[in-house]
């Protein structure tokens, strides 16, 4: 609930004594005038006849109905799953290898059932199973020595889907605008021009903050190049949100603003709609991100940060892949299909298959010549040549089939990539020269050969994957709580950008002359700004804490500025609304000033003291930003303690003063004095608070020296 304070002096009274100009801002309904019923014998006799005919006309105008809506509609069809409707999935298209039949019922079930979600797995049922022995399991450290007999794919041919990506985040070691310049714009050029020499390449991006920066920057042709990739389904947009966000510091609020905003630019400027989610990096996964997904209508979704003991249960049950449903969620409308990565991590040595030494040599930007480390496990990627290419794709076909053995079905997802990767053509020309050649090696083998059908039969999931750890009993849990200063922030700019967007639709909706107009409109980019500086911090290494102190420094800027840029908009649109203000006036600063403000973007916040003299008085706004009424203690501080609280009917409210203390070893007392008083603000509304100074006949409740 931010406020303002009123701090123009005494030569205006607003409207005056008994008025009603400052209650809620939402135009009211008026009351639908009662007319005297008119009496007369036709009428009593049309009374008559409804009542007696009663069921038949009801009966009557119901059949009319169910024609009418049957004819416009066509006949209802039963419900079904969400996966099986897909229209056209371009994620995976898996054909189960085996059924798994839903769990019977059994009185506990039904029980259950009253109060949630009937799931097959629940993530509490897990951590109580579970011995977190941290067992080595040979090659796949976390899991087991992965075998197959080599006749499981003799019926049900494996297809394998290598899904190139380069991992973009917004901050970490470097801030946005230095990953931009240094890395992620020649991705977003290599990928776009590598993939438009071969309609077989594809690849997905994920982060909208980099793809409208490179945007802003690309040239005409690039642009259209990028959209025909796009529509052309060699370039996928996965998740379309400004960034990759946090799932366990970011407020639902947050992420929503985030998704959309990434989304309704990609929508804007691309004309596409992504269905598919792609959550790599966050460092544990929420039901809620899965449900506000599946609300938001996307089909699937794909993670990797779940402890590994975890992944390690479900991949010996095959249940890496499941509907993920809410455990309050009866009618199972909630169900989103997961796939979880089943390894340690998201680069190639960790995606191939479970044996990191063998995955290592098919990334081929390892190789002599480029900025990347060398395999740490001794044996290098080679170029893929006539001579060797039998011998490297069975051994890369090898870790396909033990990584698909971990799953139902006979299609397998191979993520291709790793932390700003693709960054020059030489490099993406060497990944896709040589996955070609390999690829053209097996599927000219008719042992490799399968169309995908639709997906059935995978369990049903329920709960969330925190606490994360990716090894050796490492637990994520300090990023719920580093840098909480910032996280604060995070939270203040929030109420603060809500606020501002209900005050903006307040402003455009109910005001319609032309001063409301231009002040709004004016604000827009501004707006856009907040919008797109809180979803920055979203980002799974800002929220979180995890980033350098430079990069912390640069999310902090960008959020104090965007704080300070909503206030003075807050501040101004509060007096259009209040019909204080006028066009000539728009360049003035507003005679409203926030209660709290910051001088810098990484010191606490301070009240502002109102200062008057005797005799004056001054206004006070609250303001709701929700969409119910707010009754709460208030608090301003005044510069003197000879003040009483009015309500805009000048009506005397209840309220106390006291001193404000400090913690000083020379005085306790600061000199100001604290006003609370308890406050009642409708919906979307404001309340006029008005503080007279110096009632003549004021007691002084205390003295201090
Ligand atoms: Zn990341």
């Known amino acids: 609930m931010p406020f303002s304070s009123y701090i123009g002096g005494n030569t205006r009274r607003g409207g005056g004594a008994g008025t009603t100009w400052a209650q809620s801002l939402l135009p009211s309904s008026t009351a639908k005038s009662k007319i005297p019923p008119r009496r007369s014998r036709r009428r009593t006799a049309l009374i008559n006849f409804l009542f007696t005919n009663f069921f038949t006309i009801a009966l009557s105008i119901s059949l009319i109905f169910l024609l009418i809506t049957i004819l416009h509609f066509g006949v209802p ?31 506990n079930d039904n029980k259950d059932a009253v109060f949630g979600a009937v799931v097959d797995i629940t993530t509490t049922g897990l951590y109580d199973k579970i011995e977190f022995l941290d067992v080595d399991g040979g090659p796949w450290k976390q899991g087991w020595r992965v075998s197959y007999r080599g006749n ?12 190139p990506h380069s991992h973009n985040d917004p901050g970490w070691k470097l801030t946005v605008d230095e990953y931009y310049e240094r890395q992620s714009r020649h991705i977003l050029d290599t990928i776009v021009e590598t993939l438009s020499k071969d309609v077989r390449r594809k690849f997905i991006w994920e982060e909208m903050s980099y793809l409208e920066r490179w945007w802003r920057d690309a040239a005409a042709n690039k642009r259209e190049l990028f959209t025909s990739l796009v529509k ?55 039901a809620t991100m899965a449900y506000l997904l599946r609300r938001m209508g996307f089909e699937n979704m794909l993670i990797q940060r779940t402890h590994y003991e975890v992944k390690k249960e479900l991949a010996l049950k095959k249940n890496l892949e499941y509907a993920w449903r ?29 044996e990191p030494a063998i995955c290592c040599q098919f990334d081929f930007a390892r190789v002599h010549g480029f900025y990347y480390e060398m395999c740490p496990w001794g044996e290098h990627p080679v170029e893929t040549t006539p001579e060797n290419v039998r011998e490297r794709a069975q ?33 993406a020309e060497a990944q896709f020269r040589n996955y070609q050649k390999l690829f053209d090696y097996i599927n000219s083998s008719p042992s490799l050969n399968a169309e995908a059908n639709l997906i059935v039969g995978f369990p049903s ?29 995070d939270r203040v700019l929030e109420e603060t950008l809500r606020a501002t967007e209900m005050m903006m639709a307040l402003l455009l909706g109910y005001c319609q002359r032309a001063q409301c107009e231009k002040l709004a409109t004016g604000f827009g980019y501004k707006l856009t700004a907040a919008r797109r500086n809180l979803a920055l911090f979203q980002h799974h290494d800002g929220v979180t804490g995890t980033a350098k102190d430079h990069v912390v420094r640069d999310y ?53 003291a109102i200062n008057a003299h005797e005799g004056t008085w001054q206004s006070v706004i609250l303001f709701n930003s929700l969409e119910q009424t707010r009754e709460e203690v208030v608090m301003v501080i005044v510069n003197r303690l000879d003040v009483a609280v009015l309500d805009s009917n000048w009506t005397c409210v209840q309220s106390q003063v006291s001193p404000e203390l400090e913690h000083d070893r020379n005085k306790i007392f600061t000199g100001r004095h604290r006003v609370h008083w308890k406050a009642s603000v409708p919906a979307w509304g404001c309340k006029h608070i008005i503080l007279p100074m110096v009632l003549p006949d004021v007691k002084k409740p205390y003295q201090l020296n």
């Open 556 to 608: 902090g800027i960008r959020m104090h500025t965007s704080l300070q840029d909503l206030q003075i908009f807050m501040s101004k649109a509060t007096e259009v609304l209040l019909g204080i203000r006028h066009e000539k006036s728009d360049h003035n600063p507003s005679q409203f000033e926030p209660e709290q403000v910051r001088s810098k973007y990484d010191v606490q916040p301070v009240h502002k």
């Open 326 to 354: 809410q455990s309050w969620d009866a009618e199972e409308t909630t169900d989103i299909f997961v796939h979880m990565m089943p390894f340690y991590s998201y680069d190639i040595p960790h995606t191939c298959g479970p």
């Open 461 to 489: 999931l329920s709960g969330d994957f925190f606490t994360y750890a990716d090894r050796q009993q490492d637990y994520w849990s300090g990023y719920y709580v580093s840098r909480p200063f910032f996280k604060a922030v």
């Open 77 to 107: 069809k039963p419900l079904s799953s969400p996966f099986k409707s897909r229209p056209k999935p371009t994620f995976r298209l898996p054909k189960p290898r085996k059924t798994i039949p839903r769990k019977p019922q059994n009185d």
């Open 152 to 163: 499981e794919w003799d019926t049900e041919k494996l297809k394998v889907f290598v899904v």
């Open 232 to 286: 052309n389904g060699q370039l996928e947009i996965v998740g379309g949100g400004w960034v990759m966000n946090d799932e366990a510091n970011s407020h639902y609020f947050a992420i929503i603003e985030q998704i959309a905003e990434g989304n309704m630019w990609l929508n804007d400027t691309i004309g596409f709609v992504p269905k598919n989610s792609w959550a790599i990096d966050p460092f544990g996964y929420s």
């Open 395 to 427: 051994k890369l076909l090898d870790q396909y089939r033990k990584k698909s053995t971990l799953y139902r079905t006979n299609t397998l997802l191979v993520p291709l990539g790793d932390d700003f990767r693709y960054i020059s053509v030489d490099e």
